[in-house]
């Protein structure tokens, strides 16, 4: 899933191509009943007659959710899920079967534009929201959202940390907890911090939790100058994959060397998700095995 670097690579390819551009017309392609919804106060004019005929006037970036503010008021909210793309395309490409939404845009000038923008997904868990920008914050999955890892000081990571006892892993992934962080950030970000996954919030050390924010941050700033991890389908608006996934140290690693011990890297289910790390360099604190009151 396209997590924050990668969802930073996409605003920034849309911002530098679709600012300013008019939403001329919008073409559905047989999208799931999932993929589109929109504010119950547009009644009968929906999705696509509340859109058309807006310009795009900005884009922005919330955690893994695309926000591009829309003339009148109105913010499209996106959210790729596993493999939703927004791909830029010459009109003369042909629309294709995973092309679930097609914008026809329009210039400054008045003039049609010769690409169109596609939202593309082939597994189908994208979401497209419209929303008055008044309805907006108080949607479920943007309302509880936790703080930017950009946003929060180091001091401030800490006290996070600090206020609940959580598995470590679990809680990097939990966008209300952190925003924008995903199984590839978290398990290589935890392997740099040489933290356990399982270890408790609370039990981690002041000096390893002020690690972590570090290289929370210097990950994901050098992520986004690679345009993000293609491990999986990720591509930018131009459609060039990104680069990221040749820095990787553990996760997708199993069985390789650490690249600080040589110890090979394991994987293991954790929560829901698979945790990739190192045994040796990440040992498991206290923490874990002492049982957490509450
Ligand atoms: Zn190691």
Redesign the pocket.
């Known amino acids: 899933m396209p997590e924050l670097p990668e969802v930073e690579t996409v605003v920034r390819g849309l911002r530098q191509t679709v600012t300013g551009k008019t939403i001329a017309s919008v073409t559905l392609n047989n999208p799931p009943s999932t993929l589109i919804e929109w504010s119950k106060s547009f009644g009968r004019n929906k999705f696509v007659g509340s859109i058309s005929g807006r310009t795009i006037e900005a884009v922005n970036r919330r955690g893994k959710n695309i926000l591009i503010l829309l003339s009148g008021d109105l913010t499209l909210w996106a959210h790729l899920k596993m493999t939703g793309h927004f791909f830029l395309l010459d009109k003369k490409e042909p629309v294709g079967k995973h092309d679930l939404v097609v914008f026809e845009l329009k210039g400054k000038n008045g003039r049609m534009s010769k690409e169109n923008l596609r939202f593309n997904d082939y597994r189908r868990f994208g979401r497209l929201r419209l929303f008055p920008n008044e309805e907006l914050w108080e949607q479920k999955g943007l309302a509880t959202l936790g703080p930017e890892p950009f946003d929060i000081s180091a001091k401030q990571f800490v006290d996070l940390c600090q206020s609940t006892k959580r598995m470590i892993k679990p809680a990097l992934l939990d966008q209300t907890f952190i925003a924008g962080l995903g199984n590839i950030y978290a398990d290589e970000t935890l392997?740099l911090a040489?933290i356990h996954p399982k270890s408790s919030t609370a039990s981690v050390s002041v000096k390893k939790l002020t690690e972590l924010h570090r290289h929370i941050q210097e990950m994901l700033r050098f992520s986004i100058s690679k345009m993000g991890t293609s491990v999986d389908s990720f591509s930018g608006v131009n459609g060039k994959p990104g680069q990221f996934q040749k820095y990787l140290k553990a996760y997708g690693r199993e069985g390789e060397?650490?690249?600080?011990?040589?110890?090979p890297?394991v994987r293991e289910k954790i929560g829901s998700r698979s945790a990739h790390f190192?045994?040796?360099?990440?040992r498991p604190g206290r923490s874990v095995r002492q049982t957490i009151p509450g």
Request: a positive charge; proline letters at 13%; one cysteine or more.
């Open positions: 392997h040489r060397p650490c690249s600080k011990c040589d110890r890297i190192c045994p040796r360099c990440q």
